[in-house]
């Protein structure tokens, strides 16, 4: 990927919601040549959307270890929750690294014991967003 690209995902990670003309003018093209930049960008996957990320709300990272080789059965509950912020496959420790949204107070029990169909899993929790 060519740094013009990069500043062009830098900046939209900074404020997705730039127009293509602000981005052009820090990045020296036009609109129209970072519209299609970005289009190029979404068509190979590195842009695979937009989100928007509330920093009020409580937010856990949870290691999954799986007992079971359901895995596509597990992926596809985690999907449907729309608790669910990320779900990522992982090697090393654990087999899934889960971000759950609480946003409101017993959100994650529940969550939690749906969990122990599958396996066993480690939570830690945010304190603070740091960037």
């Given amino acids: 990927m060519n740094s013009i690209n990069q500043a062009i995902i830098k900046l939209l990670k900074a404020n997705s919601r730039m127009s293509w003309q602000q981005i052009g003018?820090?990045?020296?093209?036009?609109?129209?040549?970072?519209?299609?930049?970005?289009?190029?960008?979404?068509?190979?996957?590195?842009?695979?959307?937009?989100?928007?990320?509330?920093?009020?709300?409580?937010?856990?990272?949870?290691?999954?270890?799986?007992?079971?080789?359901?895995?596509?059965?597990?992926?596809?509950?985690?999907?449907?929750?729309?608790?669910v912020e990320s779900a990522y496959k992982t090697i090393g420790e654990g087999c899934y690294h889960i971000v759950f949204v609480s946003h409101a107070t017993g959100d994650l029990e529940p969550f939690l014991n749906g969990l122990l169909k599958y396996g066993r899993y480690k939570v830690a929790s945010m304190l603070k967003v740091v960037k």
Avoid at 50 to 76: C, G, L, P, S, W
């Fill in 25 to 83: 003018k820090q990045v020296y093209l036009t609109g129209q040549a970072v519209a299609a930049r970005v289009q190029a960008l979404e068509d190979q996957g590195i842009i695979s959307g937009y989100t928007i990320r509330q920093d009020q709300v409580e937010r856990h990272f949870i290691t999954m270890f799986m007992d079971t080789n359901q895995f596509e059965r597990f992926e596809q509950w985690l999907s449907q929750d729309e608790r």
